[in-house]
């Protein structure tokens, strides 16, 4: 699977504060954006950063160039993803603003960013753990393929999906970075397995056709899957329902716990209890 990289994912509308300025004008940038940094420029060339912290106890008519920091961390736009998350981590910085060889500014990348990266990924492990499954439960031999399916088509298995990881995905297909969804195909019938998220932010685009890792069984037998969407009451993907960020089990889990809990994705709970 190819890796993702920084250009997949970066802002690249990015507010700045000119070399020029002052104390003054980043407070005036801070109240108007909401943002608690900025890349400082020269022209279109990146020379530092200065953050919120760096106004504590300064005059506002300050230059910035006194109070910014020169020695910054950026990234390169062909960097992996996966290499900005260990930086971000190890750095404590939240946003690395991302840089051509030239050091002139093409966008930056946050670690919102990285996060929603990796939201809703999908691994070839992930497709063969849930053929082994169905194989071993009805003693089958289901058929692997990959192709488009019509998104209308889909049953869903999935009541209810959270409105900042379908922000996500609408921002992935949009970018074309969007994964296979991952479907079980039987005789009248292409059941969405996971990928949720990704068909409902397909289905508010206007796309009618997704890619997917196609699981097919001939035989026309009952599974636990469809079982499940028959309780639900779910026969279209018009049917989940949209969840406020603030009720995503994560959520509740920090509040709760005063820690980050852990909420099951589609093929993370024990898919024997899923398709029987």
């Known amino acids: 699977m190819e890796k993702k990289r920084v250009r997949d994912y970066m802002t690249t509308d990015v507010d700045t504060v000119p070399l020029t300025g002052t104390a003054r004008e980043v407070i005036h940038a801070i109240r108007v954006t909401s943002h608690d ?49 260990r930086v971000i981590i190890r750095s404590g910085i939240q946003k690395l603003p991302v840089v051509n060889e030239k050091n002139e500014l093409l966008g930056i990348i946050s670690n919102t960013d990285v996060v929603r990266s990796q939201i809703e990924h999908v691994s070839p492990e992930k497709v063969y753990k849930l053929m082994d499954t169905i194989e071993r439960l009805h003693e089958i031999k289901p058929h692997l393929s990959k192709g488009p399916v019509q998104v209308h088509t889909l049953l869903p298995t999935q009541s209810r999906i959270y409105m900042d990881e379908l922000e996500g995905r609408i921002y992935e297909i949009k970018k074309g970075l969007a994964e296979p969804v991952i479907v079980i195909k039987k005789p009248g019938r292409l ?23 196609i699981i097919e069984i001939m035989e026309n037998l009952e599974l636990g899957l469809e079982r499940t969407a028959k309780a639900m009451n779910l026969k279209t993907i018009d049917d989940i329902q949209i969840m406020d960020y603030a009720r995503h089990p994560l959520i509740a ?10 909420a099951p994705s589609d093929l993370d709970q024990d898919p024997s209890h899923r398709v029987s």
């Open 37 to 85: 940094g900025f890349p400082v420029v020269d022209g279109n060339i990146v020379v530092g950063y200065i953050a919120a912290r760096d106004l504590l106890f300064v005059h506002p008519e300050t230059p910035v160039k006194e109070i910014m920091s020169h020695h910054l961390i950026v990234a390169d736009p062909e960097m992996a993803i996966s290499d900005v998350a």
């Open 191 to 213: 059941i969405l397995v996971d990928g949720h998220h990704r068909a409902v932010a397909a289905r508010r685009l206007g796309i009618k056709i997704l890619e997917a890792y």
């Open 253 to 262: 889990g920090t509040h709760r716990f005063g820690g980050i809990g852990t």
